[in-house]
């Protein structure tokens, strides 16, 4: 992917990189230049590729910032604790004077988190802004990056009660989203679902729908949360919601899951042909 990246963009990035000489920079060009390539292979696709290289497109100008700014706290990470850090008047630098000290593991360990967070909100901001590029909804990227409807890292305190989440609240609770999808899948549906997720990445979700993606995103929050009141309360806006007027959601009307919610038990009748006489 053709992206310059220079050093203003590397310490925009990471700020407690900023240091008059380049040394920084230098030692982490090549590092940069391999996440640049990641992300395109693994978030970008070739639609995403081609809105960042398209210089005048109004959405290359939003995600050329996205991709700069992910690609240097990614390399920053993988780096970091191999640039043998001394703190400076300023921040961090690497080469050591009689003015600076080594980084404590505290300090390193404090910045390793702070960009480990930061890394997540890009990732979810890129998330978010790859749904509007034509045709990145098809791609295995999307398939990958976003397999619920709960997808942005700030969900897990929006909706799961998860004050200043960390990268690894993410990857624990992970089974407990799928979880929850399968349930609602079961419910209202795989087709709806699916139907649901390309919409939302897409931007092309249905006045009807987003009330819908929302109550989702919540029943997933309380399921994360081991909240059962709340989840049944949300699961049962959702279903009153998707009933109330089933002509706006055929999808589901149609379903095998809406079949199996009014699923009625037999009647044993007496004026019955088959009547079963209980004694």
């Known amino acids: 992917m053709n992206l310059e990246i220079t050093k203003t963009d590397f310490e925009r990035a990471v700020p407690a990189a ?3 000489k380049d040394k920084i920079f230098e030692v982490m060009q090549d590092a940069i230049a391999c996440k640049v390539e990641m992300i395109g292979c693994h978030f970008l696709g070739n639609p995403g590729i081609a ?3 398209n210089s005048e497109s109004t959405m ?16 920053f990470l993988e780096e970091m604790r191999g640039l043998d850090l001394v703190l400076t008047a300023t921040g961090f630098g690497v080469v050591s004077t009689n003015n600076t000290a080594p980084a404590s593991k505290m300090r390193v360990d404090a910045l390793d988190g702070e960009m480990r967070r930061k890394e997540w909100l890009l990732r979810s ?30 969900m897990l305190e929006q909706y799961a009660g998860i004050t ?18 399968a349930y609602l899948r079961k ?17 092309s979700l249905s006045s009807q729908n987003i009330h819908i993606v929302i109550l989702c995103q919540q029943f997933i929050g309380a399921w994360i949360a081991q909240n059962n009141q709340l989840k049944q309360e949300v699961y049962m806006r959702l279903i009153n919601r998707l009933e109330t007027d089933l002509s706006l959601y055929p999808t589901y009307a149609d379903s095998e899951a809406y079949r199996l919610n009014h699923f009625k038990p037999y009647e044993n009748h007496a004026e019955d042909s088959a009547f079963h006489f209980v004694g």
């Open 187 to 203: 419910h209202i549906g795989n087709a709806y679902m699916d139907e649901l997720i390309a919409q939302m990445t897409s931007h």
């Open 51 to 53: 809105a960042v290289e």
């Open 18 to 20: 900023r240091e008059p």
């Open 125 to 154: 901001d890129l998330l978010t802004h790859l749904f509007k590029v034509e045709g990145w909804a098809d791609t295995e990227q999307r398939h990958i990056n976003v397999p619920t409807l709960f997808y942005r890292f700030t």
């Open 164 to 181: 200043r989440p960390k990268p690894e609240d993410w990857s624990t609770n992970v089974p407990a989203m799928l979880a929850a999808d």
């Open 60 to 75: 290359g100008e939003i995600l050329r910032p996205l991709v700069k700014q992910l690609a240097c706290v990614m390399a």
